[in-house]
């Protein structure tokens, strides 16, 4: 089965706080994609990665970076962190990119910025 | 651009009663369509998925048929029970490899006992 692991569950950061997320995908997968989940919002793609350093904006970019250093690795960071940011993030991966390719979830981190 | 509307929930039903999730989409061209539930506390995990027109995708007692003249893919089953309880989000991936998952707000159904 793959396994897509993310380093916490729940994380309380303070306004302004560097924060780092961390994913690992034990499947050899090329993509890696970095989610945040809301309310009444869906699932919204924040950034994605097709390739070990290689990264491409989603949809909500703004406030976050990513960086991929190793093909299973993918961190979210959030360079100062905001309250609008707390969230539930939401990594996945996958093999490849075409229509039919299913997205692996990993359990999520609840982050609360105070 | 693509699109996923699903109605919205909560959705709460007794045991064993009949479910339908409505999902409508809009899309170029033949997108694949699929259904994610999430459970309590978890990540999204896939449920079924469907590629082409007058596909049906099944798991768990589950089905979607992908009904293009009406650009649906309702998810029903035919009794649900009190572990179905969860999120279920309806999702869309256009053909293209550069197409990214769009995914729908997601309705959250209750099983009552």
């Known amino acids: 089965d793959v396994k897509v692991t993310q380093s916490s569950r729940y994380l309380v950061k303070r306004t302004g706080e560097k924060v780092f997320l961390e994913c690992v995908q034990d499947?050899?997968?090329?993509?890696m994609f970095w989610y945040r989940q809301d309310p009444g919002l869906g699932l919204r793609l924040i950034y994605f990665?097709?390739?070990?350093?290689?990264?491409e904006k989603g949809d909500i970019p703004e406030g976050y970076s990513v960086s991929r250093e190793k093909k299973e690795r993918f961190s979210l960071i959030l360079e100062s962190a905001s309250t609008n940011q707390t969230s539930m993030y939401l990594c996945?991966?996958?093999f490849g990119s075409g229509s039919t390719d299913t997205q692996y979830f990993g359990p999520g981190t609840r982050l609360t910025v105070l | 651009g693509d699109s996923v509307t699903q109605m919205e929930g909560p959705v709460t039903l007794s045991e064993e009663a009949f479910l339908t999730i409505n999902c409508t989409y809009t899309?170029?061209?033949?997108?694949?369509l699929f259904w994610y539930v999430q459970y309590p506390g978890e990540g999204l995990q896939l449920l079924l998925k469907?590629?082409?027109?007058?596909d049906k995708g099944s798991n768990k007692g589950f089905e979607a048929t992908y009904r293009k003249e009406t650009t649906s893919f309702h998810l029903e089953k035919g009794s649900v029970q009190v572990s179905d309880s969860a999120v279920y989000f309806c999702?869309?991936?256009?053909?293209?490899?550069?197409?990214?998952?769009?995914f729908g707000s997601g309705t959250r159904l209750s099983i009552r006992p």
């Open positions: 499947m050899d997968h090329e993509n």
């Open positions: 996945a991966s996958s």
């Open positions: 899309a170029t061209g033949y997108p694949s």
């Open positions: 990665s097709y390739d070990v350093k290689m990264k």
């Open positions: 469907a590629t082409k027109a007058d």
């Open positions: 999702a869309l991936k256009g053909y293209s490899s550069a197409s990214k998952i769009i």
